[in-house]
């Protein structure tokens, strides 16, 4: 037994060979077939089909199985993904998505304890330890992401505080005070955190003890990671997940930062083409899907994720045999068809980060003129960047539009801000604004 597994024995699931995950995966997939035909909605839905669960031990049987959409769950609310009676449900998260009306998301207690269990093994597995101090900088309550970290960091045994989010001088002040080695931060936050920080002449090598942070809930590009660990001195791995498969912690990137594993014994993963649904092969890049494995309270099948990434099937440099999916590229429904061109914001952020006189804060605007999209970019420059020599910001709003014209085919306008200039959320950046008519 590995040091990790005789400390906390729920790890050996993360050291399971190929074969023992493919064998966990056969085993739990009928009965999380089972455990769905107890809820009024899949009950209803598959009546027609027969679905003997027994048979469904592969993910080619399991495509006998219609699709679960957002759409689905929002016509299921409040019980009809229920598979137990209320009296064993402990907690309920509660979550509006991008578009609007919120679905319930309910879990037993073995539920939350897997789910604690999930996280803190992608914690582990990058040399998170009990004698690390934990500071949770994401929002607590309905949203996944406190709790969703919180408890895996106690599991852990780690000094665990719960700062939310937002109120960033206090948020200075208790790493400071307390020494906090591990952050679980959005990405976008991350960075005016760093930003405050140096406004604040706090210099996170000298002033600060980090090591880590967890970074997630938002898509954000090998650029921002790069920006985010050298500005606050630590190493920052990529969490994913979503509300409907518990919150973080359905992939999280280990040591080798070169994909998010899978924790394969809880979640079954298919890529598909959007627009067909057909499935893809490992490496192709296209829609994940999801059937929660273990989950009791609201067991779903094939759920639709629409967020877009791939599976890397080679085997990782750090020893889990549980395989990865790329950080995620975007949603479906976050691509925009610009003048018939497909775009995602994320193809955008990569190009801005890499210019280092720009600072974290940006904006894409789009507009019909002329019955043509026209696209704004307006981004922050960096506070270290003045602001009154005129041509040579000149120079740097040209090199913006020509990079971004020969990523996107297309030539945006650029607007150039002074620090600060672009509103904030305590939540999740908003990155996109979409005026176009029809
Ligand atoms: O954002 C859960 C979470 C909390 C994940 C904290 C990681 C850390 P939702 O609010 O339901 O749950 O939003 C889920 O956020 O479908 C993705 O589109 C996006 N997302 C989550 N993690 C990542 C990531 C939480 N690492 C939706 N990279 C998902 C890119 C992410 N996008």
Same mark, same amino acid.
């Given at each position: 037994m590995s040091g990790i597994t005789s400390q906390y024995p729920f790890y050996q699931a993360d050291q399971l060979t190929r074969d023992e995950i493919a064998s966990v995966q056969t085993e739990r997939l009928p009965q999380a077939v089972a455990r769905a035909l107890k809820t009024p909605w899949y009950a209803e839905r598959l009546a027609s089909l027969n679905v003997v669960p027994d048979r469904i031990t592969s993910l080619e049987a399991l495509r006998e199985i219609p699709f679960t959409t957002k759409e689905d769950l929002r016509s299921g609310m409040p019980f009809g993904f229920l598979a137990v009676p209320l009296d064993q449900v402990v907690r309920m998260h509660y979550s509006s998505g991008t578009t609007g009306i919120a679905t319930a998301i309910y879990h037993t207690a073995d539920d939350l304890q897997h789910w604690a269990e999930c996280v803190a093994r992608g914690m582990l597995r990058v040399g998170v330890t009990c004698e690390d101090v934990f500071q949770n900088m994401m929002g607590y309550g309905l949203f996944t992401g406190g709790l969703g970290l919180h408890y895996p960091a106690e599991l852990i045994g780690c000094l665990t505080i719960p700062a939310g989010a937002g109120n960033t001088s206090r948020q200075i002040e208790i790493m400071k005070t307390f020494g906090t080695t591990v952050l679980h931060i959005l990405p976008s936050y991350g960075l005016r955190l760093a930003h405050s920080c140096r406004e604040a002449g706090v210099v996170p090598q000298r002033d600060l003890s980090l090591r880590f942070a967890f970074v997630g809930a938002e898509p954000h590009s090998p650029q921002t990671r790069a920006r985010l660990e050298n500005a606050l001195a630590l190493k920052a791995y990529n969490v994913y997940g979503l509300s409907e498969m518990c919150g973080p912690g359905v992939a999280m990137e280990c040591t080798a930062q070169e994909g998010l594993h899978l924790r394969e014994d809880h979640y079954l993963a298919e890529i598909i083409d *959007?627009? !067909? @649904?057909e499935p893809l092969a490992d490496g192709e890049e296209g829609e994940l899907v999801l059937t929660t494995l273990s989950r009791e309270a609201m067991p779903l099948l094939r759920y639709r994720t629409r967020d877009i990434t791939c599976i890397l099937a080679e085997s990782c440099p750090c020893g889990s045999q549980h395989r990865r999916i790329s950080p995620i590229l975007g949603r479906t429904d976050d691509m925009l068809i610009v003048r018939g061109t497909n775009v995602y914001p994320m193809q955008i952020e990569r190009i801005l980060m890499?210019? *280092?006189?720009? @600072? !974290?804060n940006y904006l894409i605007t789009l507009e019909t003129v002329d019955e043509m999209d026209e696209m704004t970019v307006s981004v922050e420059l960096s506070s270290?960047?003045?602001?009154?020599?005129s041509r040579r910001l000149e120079a740097i709003r040209r090199q913006i539009a020509h990079d971004l014209a020969q990523e996107l085919l297309f030539r945006p306008n650029v607007k150039l801000l002074e620090p600060h200039s672009l509103p904030t959320t305590e939540?999740?950046?908003?990155?996109v604004v979409d005026n176009r008519i029809g």
């Open positions: *959007p627009d !067909s @649904g890499e210019i *280092p006189e720009i @600072g !974290s270290e960047q003045g602001y009154d020599d939540g999740k950046a908003v990155r």
